[in-house]
């Protein structure tokens, strides 16, 4: 279950990254040329997805990714309301704690981190 959990929470991950940098697979509310900020949270969410995805370097690609997603959430969404419901930062509250417990647990035995190096090193999880 957590290889499955980290496969498909990076994978959902890796989809809001695309859409910001390729406009795929949909074509982001943003304007023409992205704020660096945007840009910024685009690239680690392509990066870190694909790490997470594919269980490499799983550990510090979710540190990474969680705490993107409490920064974009006291950023953006925080000052609408104190409710997540409310202000729409439910999902960055949840990919927020997922990624923590990805730090956590690691890769899990499917990771290709297992495969592409050593089983006793940090890079596999």
Do not use: Q
């Amino acid at each position: 279950m957590l290889g499955l959990l980290r496969f498909v929470v990076g994978l959902i991950f890796l989809e809001h990254g695309t859409s910001k940098l390729f406009g795929f697979p949909h074509v982001a509310s943003y304007p023409a040329h992205l704020p660096p900020l945007l840009l910024a949270a685009g690239c680690i969410e392509f990066v870190c997805g694909t790490l997470v995805c594919l269980g490499i370097l799983t550990r510090p690609a979710a540190f990474l990714a969680s705490g993107e997603m409490a920064v974009g959430y006291f950023m953006a969404h925080a000052p609408r309301s104190p409710f997540p419901v409310v202000n729409g930062g439910d999902a960055a509250i949840l990919y927020c704690f997922v990624f923590l417990y990805l730090v956590l647990a690691g890769a899990g035995r499917l990771g290709l981190g297992r495969l592409l190096f050593r089983r006793n090193t940090v890079l596999a999880d």
